[in-house]
């Protein structure tokens, strides 16, 4: 962090700032939806990335970056200059790992940031067993929802973490769905939700209709359905598709 704020002529405290943004302020300006559906070839997984920014910024300066040096392998992830997390990745041959913000009635702790965590997690895991049991038992500062996807049929998760809790969704008749609300985790907060979660029921259910109706074959089918006016929103600042299975990476 220190390297990037010398090279970029800002404050130390402005890249600390925006790496641990997440944590501090998901559940005012962060939303998304996600879905996974089976296909022949492995899992396709989709995300809209639903973030608002002064002057559309995070929009206008995404950034797909190769992470090369891993334990376990290399992995491409959708971000931002000077950011050094994860929100959104795919690591060839293993796993990908999308990040959907969500608020529960369990405080911050100390403990690795979430965007931190999934880097972790996508340099040292070897497959989607191991990336599973890792994001249901590790510890996390803050709450979240983890859609995982691997490189066989059936290989798809929804892990619903606080803190110090987990619960997992899995999919059903191939495919699964999440937005910004806790399906399966108990939690004390529904009465203070914000703008952005109150849409996550529209969203999940638009989403599940579209599938039903028909199952999507290939990534530019995905596109088509997170472009829908049902799931697209007015902050949608990044929309990408994932195939662990080959790799490929779609980002529109």
């Known amino acids: 962090m220190e390297g990037i704020a010398l090279r970029a002529g800002v404050s130390i405290e402005a890249v600390v700032t925006g790496n641990l943004y997440y944590d501090a302020l998901k559940a005012v300006l962060v939303g998304c939806t996600a879905f996974a559906v089976d296909t022949p070839a492995?899992?396709?997984?989709?995300?809209?990335?639903?973030?608002?920014s002064e002057n559309n910024a995070l929009h206008e300066h995404t950034l797909q970056t190769e992470f090369v040096g891993g334990?376990?392998?290399?992995?491409?992830?959708?971000?931002?200059?000077?950011f050094m997390g994860v929100f959104s990745a795919v690591a060839p041959k293993r796993f990908a790992v999308t990040l959907?913000?969500?608020?529960?009635?369990?405080?911050?702790?100390?403990?690795?940031?979430?965007?931190?965590?999934?880097?972790?997690?996508?340099?040292?895991?070897?497959?989607?067993?191991?990336?599973?049991?890792?994001?249901?038992?590790?510890p996390l500062a803050s709450d979240s929802l983890l859609l995982l996807t691997g490189v066989r049929a059936g290989e798809m998760a929804v892990i619903e973490r606080t803190p110090t809790r987990?619960?997992?969704?899995?999919a059903e008749s191939g495919r699964i769905f999440v937005t910004n609300d806790y399906r399966k985790m108990a939690t004390g907060l529904r009465g203070r939700e914000s703008e952005l979660q109150a849409t996550a029921c529209r969203r999940y259910g638009r989403i599940s209709e579209l599938v039903a109706s028909r199952v999507p074959n290939d990534?530019?089918?995905?596109?088509?359905?997170?472009?829908?006016?049902?799931?697209?929103?007015?902050?949608?600042?990044?929309?990408?598709?994932?195939?662990?299975?080959?790799?490929?990476?779609?980002?529109?």
Do not use: K
């Open 166 to 170: 987990a619960e997992v969704r899995f």
């Open 71 to 82: 334990r376990a392998g290399g992995f491409v992830s959708i971000g931002w200059p000077g």
């Open 100 to 138: 959907n913000a969500v608020i529960s009635d369990e405080p911050l702790r100390m403990a690795t940031p979430v965007v931190f965590a999934l880097r972790q997690l996508l340099e040292e895991a070897e497959d989607f067993e191991t990336a599973f049991r890792t994001l249901r038992s590790m």
């Open 42 to 52: 492995g899992p396709l997984h989709a995300r809209n990335l639903d973030w608002w």
């Open 219 to 252: 990534p530019l089918d995905c596109l088509g359905y997170l472009d829908d006016p049902g799931v697209r929103m007015g902050i949608t600042v990044q929309q990408m598709v994932f195939h662990a299975a080959s790799g490929q990476c779609l980002v529109r």
